[in-house]
């Protein structure tokens, strides 16, 4: 069990995540940026969360109720403000982690740095929506640099 309410661990874990992310993408055009906002992102924030996370869930290992079989599952499962923020911070590290993918991974792609922006908003705010943008706009970015590296 952790010592601190639920609530006052959901406020600090949101409170980190907007400053996290305008880091991130600050990164995208200061390359000094670069390594600690990986750090951040694929060692820091998932070590912090993942030992929050077995604090939070750990105590109720076996669940007495609910599960993953059904949704009905899943919601009696969330009903304990423990578990539910359990969940808020597996939502915020994935799409976190996800967000910094898509800005390592710009580094290599012909993409323009600007146009990762709304990515990343959109992966904060709507997680899978925001990395389907980035996938579309690097095959779109592939397919115009192919044509223009093509000789005529």
């Known amino acids: 069990m952790l010592m601190?309410?639920?609530?006052?661990?959901?406020?600090?874990?949101?409170g980190?995540?907007?400053?996290?992310?305008?880091?991130?993408?600050?990164?995208?055009?200061?390359?000094?940026?670069?390594?600690?906002?990986d750090?951040?992102?694929?060692?820091?924030?998932?070590v912090l969360f993942g030992l929050l996370y077995l604090l939070l869930m750990g105590p109720h290992?076996?669940?007495e109720e609910g599960g993953f079989g059904s949704l009905a599952e899943v919601r009696a499962l969330?009903?304990?403000?423990?578990?539910?923020l359990a969940g808020w911070l597996h939502f915020l590290v994935f799409d976190y982690f996800v967000g910094a993918w898509i800005a390592?991974?710009?580094?290599s792609e012909p993409v323009h740095a600007l146009?990762?922006?709304?990515?990343?908003?959109?992966?904060?705010?709507a997680g899978p929506v925001g990395l389907l943008l980035y996938l579309l706009?690097?095959?779109?970015?592939?397919?115009?640099?192919?044509?223009?590296?093509?000789?005529?």
């Open 104 to 107: 390592r991974d710009q580094r």
């Open 61 to 63: 290992v076996p669940f």
């Open 78 to 84: 969330f009903a304990h403000d423990e578990r539910l």
């Open 16 to 37: 980190l995540m907007l400053p996290l992310w305008l880091f991130l993408i600050a990164s995208l055009w200061l390359q000094r940026l670069q390594a600690p906002a």
């Open 4 to 14: 601190i309410e639920p609530e006052v661990l959901f406020g600090l874990a949101g």
């Open 137 to 152: 706009l690097r095959v779109a970015g592939r397919i115009l640099h192919s044509r223009v590296s093509q000789p005529a």
């Open 39 to 46: 750090w951040i992102a694929f060692v820091g924030l998932p």
């Open 115 to 125: 146009l990762i922006v709304p990515c990343l908003l959109l992966c904060f705010l």
